[in-house]
C-alpha cells in the first residue's frame, strides 16, 4: 500500500524545543529542528552572539540567562516543549536548565551537553541520564582507531542501563575459529555484528569468528572484563 | 564537628572564622589562593580547587563533614555543588547560598536549605521604609 509520508509523518514529528546556548552547537542544532519543520526557541545570553543569530533567524531567538526561570517561562516553557535541549558552554548552567525543565515544568525529554569529561558524575548522580560529550565521544572515535585497545566503548545507553563495545579478534584469541553459539558468553552479554574485510554483517548462533573480525556486542555494564576474556583472551 | 566551606569570598571567610570560632573543625575550598588571606590567622584547613572537582572535595574531607556552606559567586555552580555534597557525599546539613530568589526557592522545595540574600534584602528594605515615620501620600489621616 502506497503511503502519504509528508501527511503521516508531519502529524507525529512536529515538535516545539528551547534551545538553551546559541554557540556552534545551539545554533546548529537550532537551523537544522527548524529545516525539519519544528517549533524553536533559542535563548542565547550574550547581547552581540544574540544580535547574529537574531539576524539571521528571526523572532525565535530570545536575549537572555536561561537559568532564569522567568526567562525560561517567556521561552514557553510552561507549554512545556518536547523537548529542552540545554548546551550551553557552561556544565553546571546545563544541569540547572535540566533540572528546571523537567522537574519544575514536566518537560518529558531533557538533553544536556557535558563541555568537561570531569563533571560527567555529576550530571549522572543529579538525575540527568540523557548527556552529550563531544570530548568523551572523540576519544571513543580514537580508541576505536587504535589497535591496541581490544574492548572499545561505542555507545552508552544511560537510561536503559546498556552499553555497546566493539572487541577487537587476534589470531590467538579464544573465539577465533568458533561458532557464535559455542562461545561461553557471560550472562548479561551477547554478540549483535562483525566487521570483516570491511563488510559489515549481523551474527547469527551459526556465524563462525575468524581473527581480525572486529565483533559489536551490546551488554550490562560490568561484565565488559569476563565478556573481553571470553572473546579477545 | 566538621565543617567545609566552599567559597572563601567576604561571606564564605566570615562564615568560616565564626564556626571556628563555636569551636568547628573547618576547612575552607577557594579556586584563588589569595581567599586565605581572608581567614587572617587561620588554623583550619584550606584546600586550593574547584568546588566541582571530586579530588578538591575528597582532599577538604567532604565525606566527613556534618555541614558544608556554599557560598562560590554562581548561583548555578552553588546548587549543583550542594546537591553533590548531599546525593554524593551524604552530608547532613547543606546550605547554599543563591542570589536569585526564584532558583532559590525552586531548590529549596527539592529539599536543598538555600538562604537568598536578595530576599532577605529586599523584605528589610521594605520593612525599615515601612517603620519610618513618613507615609505614603494619601494613607496618612
Known amino acids: 500500500m502506497r503511503r502519504e509520508p509528508g501527511r503521516e509523518r508531519g502529524v507525529t514529528t512536529d515538535m516545539y524545543a528551547i534551545v538553551a546556548g546559541g554557540g556552534k552547537v545551539g545554533a546548529n542544532i537550532t537551523r537544522s529542528l527548524v529545516r525539519m519543520g519544528h517549533e524553536v526557541t533559542l535563548v542565547e545570553q550574550r547581547r552581540d552572539r544574540f544580535e547574529q543569530l537574531e539576524a539571521e533567524l528571526g523572532p525565535i531567538v530570545l536575549q537572555g540567562d536561561a537559568t532564569e526561570i522567568h526567562v525560561l517561562e517567556r521561552a514557553g516553557i510552561a507549554r512545556p516543549p518536547e523537548i529542552v535541549l540545554a548546551v550551553t558552554g557552561d556544565d553546571e548552567d546545563n544541569i540547572v536548565i535540566s533540572q528546571l525543565a523537567k522537574e519544575g515544568y514536566g518537560v518529558p525529554k531533557a538533553i544536556a551537553r557535558v563541555n568537561d569529561p570531569r563533571n560527567q558524575p555529576h550530571f549522572d548522580i543529579l538525575g540527568i541520564t540523557q548527556t552529550v560529550c563531544a570530548t568523551s565521544g572523540l576519544l571513543g572515535l580514537v580508541e576505536h582507531e587504535v589497535p591496541e585497545h581490544d574492548l572499545v566503548k561505542l555507545l552508552e545507553l544511560r537510561g536503559e542501563g546498556l552499553e555497546l563495545v566493539e572487541l577487537h579478534v587476534p589470531p590467538d584469541a579464544p573465539a577465533a575459529g568458533k561458532r557464535v553459539a559455542g562461545i561461553a558468553l557471560p550472562e548479561g552479554a551477547k554478540l549483535v555484528s562483525l566487521m570483516r574485510n570491511g563488510v559489515g554483517e549481523i551474527v547469527r548462533d551459526d556465524t563462525v569468528i575468524r581473527p581480525g573480525d572486529q565483533v559489536v556486542a551490546i551488554l550490562k555494564p560490568g561484565v565488559e572484563d569476563r565478556l573481553r576474556r571470553a572473546v579477545v583472551g | ?141
Not at chain 2, 567559597?7 to 570560632?21: D, M, P
Request: aromatic share 4%; charged share 25%.
Open chain 2, 1 to 141: 564537628m566538621k565543617a567545609v566551606i566552599i567559597g572563601c569570598g567576604r561571606v564564605g571567610s566570615s562564615v568560616a572564622k565564626q564556626l571556628a570560632g563555636d569551636g568547628w573543625d573547618v576547612t575552607c575550598i577557594d579556586d584563588d589562593e589569595n581567599a586565605l588571606s581572608r581567614l587572617g590567622e587561620w588554623r583550619g584547613g584550606f584546600v586550593i580547587g574547584h568546588g566541582m572537582d571530586l579530588e578538591v572535595l575528597d582532599r577538604a574531607g567532604v565525606a566527613t563533614a556534618d555541614a558544608a556552606v556554599v557560598a562560590t559567586d554562581g548561583d548555578n555552580t552553588n546548587v549543583v555543588i550542594g546537591q553533590i555534597l548531599q546525593r554524593r557525599y551524604d552530608v547532613g546539613c547543606v546550605v547554599v547560598r543563591v542570589f536569585d530568589p526564584r532558583r532559590a526557592e525552586f531548590y529549596a522545595e527539592r529539599g536543598l536549605r538555600t538562604v537568598c540574600p536578595t530576599k532577605t534584602a529586599i523584605a528589610t528594605l521594605t520593612d525599615v521604609v515601612r517603620s519610618c515615620d513618613a507615609s505614603p501620600v494619601g494613607s496618612a489621616g
